[in-house]
């Protein structure tokens, strides 16, 4: 569906286009220090044409450059992008009405979303190089944003681990590219058919360390280390961003780049490897946390676990599967995080400060509820028919043993998923909301949208996967 603007006019109205413009705004209105609240109410109505403008505009290539691939897996990523980037600027309006750096918050997170849109509509490495420096970059800089000691020290090791990625891609896009002669997605994946031999082993070497760039950005083993201390210092305004945006244009942009390689068996084993050991570790790790942004860092890292099922077998039913998942997931985190600013205003609340809660606020304690079983995968949640549907497709391809270790890692996540809400609703409050009463009224009001959607994407879900 579109609005019917002529197609001449369509590249000039496309999100990428759209973004660009919104960004050189919030830059003029950060530096003549428009109020807070302006500033966030802005970033609400720019992110919310950003989604019609996905979700409503004929697709095209901005500004009609062809360097850029628009088809429907840019299209589906530009809208769930731009989904949560919605969510996260209605959460953001507690944050920047009283702060007077929202400015610049605002312009960090809207240019993190422009680089990862173009991070999976770009057809070479040099310009994913080019897209993951602008959707990198503003994401150090909003790790620290809020300049307490807590997240000091985890922007310094988010921006290290960073640097040390972006070393390994510039020079695995070097070894990639050295036998196929060009940096373009189509030519290195013919180079894997012809090549052989010592070429071959060069090509692939460059492979491992350009998708270990990515594994950095969207936290699977090995390279997850980072995400633990990170989180744990965050504001929960700066985690959304953190935690959400970079890891979902990641996911579509790495599965744009392999889906060029030809079925090449020891990737496939890479991807079963580094899939088996990320759920293992992921899920006994959480089991053993008592610091609630802990375990939703080992969660994100376990999902993005099972999302990497989705690799062993590239064709159209698992595209299909992967963005079902990244839509559950990305809509269950950010319901999960919104239930965070209510409880203490230290970064990091220990698992204790949740109990009580239901009695404290009910509303926070279902949200909390929905998205954790939403997470681990319970029925009728969005992350069920995810996983379901993502299981069916892998089980097709003949990954059954895969799938069942899946499972059984599902079954571990349970653990520590119930425990928080145990710990909600059966345990006695030694909760103090330390934010003022408007702003909490709206993070909540924000989380019952959430809610409301989460329940609507559940039957979008639920015929998709009967389709």
């Not at 997931?329 to 919104?338: D, H, K, Q, R």
Request: net charge positive; hydrophobic share 55%; aromatic share 16%.
């Amino acid at each position: 569906m579109d609005i019917g603007l002529s197609s001449v006019y369509n590249p000039y109205f496309q999100p990428e286009v759209l973004a660009v413009v919104f960004i050189i705004v919030l830059m003029f209105m950060s530096g003549k220090k428009v109020s807070g609240k302006a500033i966030a109410i802005t970033s609400i109505i720019f992110a919310t044409l950003l989604l019609l403008a996905s979700a409503f505009i004929t697709p095209a290539h901005p500004f009609n450059f062809r360097g850029l691939l628009i088809d429907g897996t840019s299209s589906y990523g530009r809208i769930i992008v731009s989904f949560f980037l919605l969510f996260i600027t209605l959460v953001f309006y507690s944050y920047g009405k009283t702060r007077e750096n929202a400015g610049l918050f605002a312009l960090l997170t809207f240019m993190s979303y422009l680089g990862g849109i173009l991070m999976f509509e770009v057809l070479d490495l040099v310009s994913l190089l080019i897209a993951l420096g602008i959707a990198s970059l503003p994401v150090y800089a909003l790790a620290g944003f809020f300049g307490k000691k807590s997240e000091t020290e985890a922007a310094a090791k988010y921006f290290t681990f960073g640097a040390v990625a972006s070393g390994f891609f510039v020079f695995g896009i070097t070894l990639s590219s050295v036998f196929g002669g060009s940096f373009d997605y189509s030519t290195i994946g013919a180079s894997f058919a012809e090549v052989q031999g010592f070429k071959l082993s060069i090509v692939s070497c460059g492979l491992l360390l350009t998708v270990g760039a990515f594994g950095y950005k969207i936290a699977f083993f090995p390279w997850q280390f980072w995400a633990p201390d990170a989180y744990e210092g965050q504001e929960t305004i700066s985690l959304m961003v953190i935690g959400v945006i970079p890891k979902i244009a990641g996911f579509i942009a790495l599965y744009r780049l392999l889906s060029y390689l030809p079925p090449v068996t020891v990737v496939q084993s890479l991807f079963m490897i580094v899939a088996v050991l990320t759920l293992f570790l992921a899920n006994f790790s959480a089991l053993v946390q008592n610091n609630l942004t802990r375990i939703i860092a080992y969660s994100s890292i376990s999902q993005a676990g099972f999302m990497l099922l989705a690799f062993l077998s590239l064709n159209e039913e698992t595209s299909k599967a992967l963005f079902l998942y990244l839509f559950a997931y990305g809509i269950s985190n950010l319901g999960l995080l919104s239930v965070l600013p209510g409880l203490s205003k230290r970064s990091g609340p220990a698992l204790t400060e949740v109990s009580g809660l239901s009695k404290v606020s009910p509303l926070a304690a279902f949200l909390l509820s929905v998205s954790l079983l939403s997470l681990a995968g319970l029925p009728p949640l969005p992350g069920f028919f995810a996983k379901v549907y993502l299981f069916k497709t892998m089980i097709e391809a003949g990954f059954t043993g895969v799938v069942a270790f899946a499972v059984a890692m599902s079954a571990v996540s349970l653990g520590y998923y119930l425990k928080i809400i145990r710990k909600a609703y059966f345990e006695e409050s030694k909760i103090t909301f330390n934010q003022p009463l408007p702003a909490f009224l709206t993070h909540f009001s924000v989380s019952l949208i959430i809610v409301v959607f989460v329940f609507y994407i559940n039957l979008v879900f639920s015929l998709f996967g009967a389709s």
